[in-house]
């Protein structure tokens, strides 16, 4: 009787936590390797008065969310972290409280990451502590142009525009120009540009800001010249 009453009380106290921990904890250890939270830290302003998350962390974990479950809603966010509060407080070392992660202060992230000075000093910063510049014999930067068509409902500000395209000319696009640094396939700088503009972004997009990673970075470039015509290349 008095072992059975022990197991009864060990029963009672026992308490099991069950997290669904998918690839998100690789995820956030390799922001943390390439100190994102810290570089946005430092160019995302902070009212003094703040509480909880800074918007570094808010940021990772919105886009460790992002990319583990392929959903870029904000409204999802605050379940996600919920059940696996306890993981996400063990990889990060923080207090992550219930609201860290809802659907105004995630709007407020992308207010601040609205702003293209602010973005191109993340991309400067984040650049400088990712590459190392070898002064070897030059080499390519790639930069390769496409365009990306949905069902959107545009608008003059929009980036969402009606434009030539092989793809649907029904829909509205975006175009977009990556230049990579070969032979790595290192991103250094994406231009994101309204659909109605021209295909020749080569000649005024990325280009201008490839040197963003190291000042000494300039080696010679190649890439598609038309975001429809991925064949007409360039030295």
Known sequence: MEFSGILRSMKEELQLTTERIDDFVVLLSLMQHMDLPGILDRHLPRHWLQQGLSW????????????????????TVRDWVRQAHSTLEQITGLDIRETDCTDD????????????????????????HLVRVY????????????????YRNGGEDSLWQFGHSK??????????????????????????VSGEQADDLDST???????????????????????????????
């Open 56 to 75: 570094g962390w808010t940021a990772s974990l919105w886009l460790a969310h992002i990319v583990s479950q392929g959903d870029h809603r904000k409204l």
């Open 105 to 128: 202060r995630l709007t407020i992230v992308l207010r601040h990451l609205s702003d293209a000075a602010r973005w191109q000093a993340i991309e400067q910063e984040l650049g400088q």
């Open 135 to 150: 002064d070897l014999e030059e080499q390519p930067i790639r930069v390769d142009a496409t365009t990306v068509s949905g």
């Open 205 to 235: 997009g990325p280009p201008r800001r490839d040197g963003a990673a190291d000042a000494r970075l300039d080696p010679g470039r190649s890439g598609a010249r038309g975001c429809s015509d991925a064949g007409a290349v360039r030295r």
């Open 167 to 192: 793809d649907d000319p029904t829909l509205r696009q975006i175009k977009a120009m990556m230049a990579t640094l070969d032979p790595l396939g290192l991103p250094l700088g994406l231009e994101v």
